[in-house]
């Protein structure tokens, strides 16, 4: 294992003293010659990587001694399960020993012979001039030194880069973005191959495009923690394509730039395998293109899910349990494309305590229908709501079937605040006409100022806080919000 504490270069040190067969050899023993040297050091000239045996040695190495050499090092790798085919083309050190120091370098940080024959060119890497520099300013940069071997494993190419003209400028480039510094290790770590990026390439023409469409550039570093690989993903051919698509579908620029800044996973979503054939499959199964748009914006995973299998099950589970038909159920997914997703168990819980209230299996599935949201509610919620409704309001159960929204409201901030108003004027009303507007609006409704015929407004903006299970999902109450705005704050709530 690797110790927590010293610098790279006492552990290198360490390993040649403990793990080289050849250390009690003084000719052997520090090969490098290196003597308190910093791990960035860069000269080579004072403190050469191979150590010069004698003077009789000469000054060039010829090339039948660089031949046989080289076949007793390939004979060492094969004599500890390491296949050096791949090394033909690679410049080798002129003896075993150095070899072996690198092989068991690699071996202590963690990789295995099998990770090494994976990429076996990291064993052209000097231990002292590649690894432990590279190692050293990934450990500076946020990534723990336990996670290193992993690291490399992954990406093994890190090896051979250069910090200050290859790392550095990567770094220096997420910073630039709003990536937090303490997130730098984490972004590499999920994505290692940014690393190997040129900065004036695909990352800086897919942030520029992104911000383009109306992502606020301040959103791009959360975006970039959150899923590094877009700064990977072409713009002519992923990125642009799937944007142009869902604005096709009537997504305005506007409410998925607010998308991709909440969720950057979107853009990996491939385009022709998955989001084309579930925006397919959601209109075979009903769902009318008009409301394709706030379906995703409602539910934008919609258009990366295993979509055909969670349809037709909550399909036939709505049909079987529920009494809703597809047609119904089509309806139900226009509202609330997050039933796909929800589970079964937690559907009933609400179905069957509606049922328990002595409301009919054919007053519940309209219900449902209508009002969707009845099925993520929280039962205990439904209760306090239901005793409010029967023991101080005293209504028919049949207003709760023409208005089921009434469960989706707080009962603690609206349902009794604005019930106990009504009370004190003497006024009576549908639950509809006092519950289903803002608070301004009621004001003006109490003092006859504004007067209106009943109308239940859009489906998808009923109810106060809906609390899905694991979720709490806010609904504003603000009467100036433009269409976009609505549409956005469903995207972003739920």
């Known amino acids: 294992m690797i110790k927590k504490t010293g610098s790279w270069h006492h552990f ?59 076949v007793k090092i390939c004979d060492y790798l094969k004599s500890v399960g390491i296949i050096p085919d791949e090394l033909e083309s690679l410049e080798l050190p002129s003896t075993i020993e150095v070899m072996s120091e690198r092989v068991e370098f690699l071996q202590k940080l963690g990789l295995t012979i099998d990770d090494i024959n994976e990429y076996p060119l990291m064993l052209g890497c000097s231990v002292r001039k590649n690894i432990i520099p590279v190692l050293g300013y990934l450990e500076k940069i946020g990534i723990a030194r336990s996670n290193l071997g992993e690291f490399v494993r992954n990406y093994p190419q890190v090896l051979h880069a250069s910090v200050v003209v290859e790392l550095a400028p990567v770094v220096k480039f997420l910073r630039g973005l709003d990536v937090e ?43 970039v923690t959150q899923y590094p690989y877009f700064l990977g993903l072409r713009v002519g051919t992923m990125i642009k394509p799937l944007v142009d698509y869902l604005v096709s579908l009537g997504l305005p620029k506007k409410i998925l730039a607010r998308m991709l800044e909440k969720r950057a996973y979107i853009l ?6 998955t989001v084309k054939p579930n925006i397919d499959c959601l209109i075979s199964f009903g769902i009318r293109r008009e409301f394709l748009a706030s379906a995703i914006a409602q539910f934008p995973q919609i258009l990366g899910l295993p979509l055909k299998a969670k ?60 009002c969707p949201q009845l099925v993520a509610l929280r039962v205990e919620r439904m209760k306090n709501s239901y005793y409010f409704f029967k023991s101080e309001m005293g209504r028919p159960l049949k207003e709760l079937v023409e208005f089921p929204e009434y469960f989706t409201y707080s009962l603690e901030s609206r349902i009794k605040p604005r019930y106990q108003k009504l009370q004190s004027k003497g006024i009576r009303s549908s639950l509809n006409w006092f519950l289903n507007c803002s608070d301004q609006r009621f004001e003006e409704r109490l003092q006859g100022n504004y007067i209106e015929s009943e109308s239940l407004g859009p489906s998808f903006c009923m109810g106060g806080k809906l609390e899905l299970p694991g979720n709490e999902i806010e609904s504003d109450e603000e009467e100036d919000e433009s269409d976009e705005e609505v549409l956005y704050r469903r995207t972003v709530s739920l």
């Open 268 to 273: 990996g979503y491939n385009l022709e395998e």
């Open 12 to 70: 290198w040190m360490e390993s040649q003293t403990l793990q080289n067969p050849c250390a009690s050899n003084p000719r052997t023993q520090n090969p490098f010659g290196v003597l308190g040297v910093s791990p960035y050091s860069t000269q080579s000239s004072k403190f050469p990587e191979y150590q010069m045996p004698s003077v009789t040695w000469g000054v060039v190495q010829g090339k039948k001694e660089k031949l046989v050499n080289r």
């Open 181 to 223: 510094k303490q997130d730098i290790g984490y972004v590499l770590q999920k994505y290692p191959e940014l690393l190997g990026f040129k900065l004036e390439g695909t990352m800086s023409t897919s942030v520029a495009y992104l911000v383009s469409i109306g992502v606020n550039p301040r959103d791009i570093g959360p975006m």
């Open 311 to 370: 349809l037709s099950s909550q399909q036939y589970f709505f049909n079987l349990k529920l009494k809703i038909d597809p047609e119904g159920f089509a309806r139900v997914i226009e509202k609330m494309p997050q039933i796909v997703s929800l589970n079964q168990h937690v559907i009933l819980k609400s179905v069957e305590f509606l049922l328990g209230r002595g409301i009919s299996s054919e007053d519940v599935a309209t219900m449902v229908v209508k």
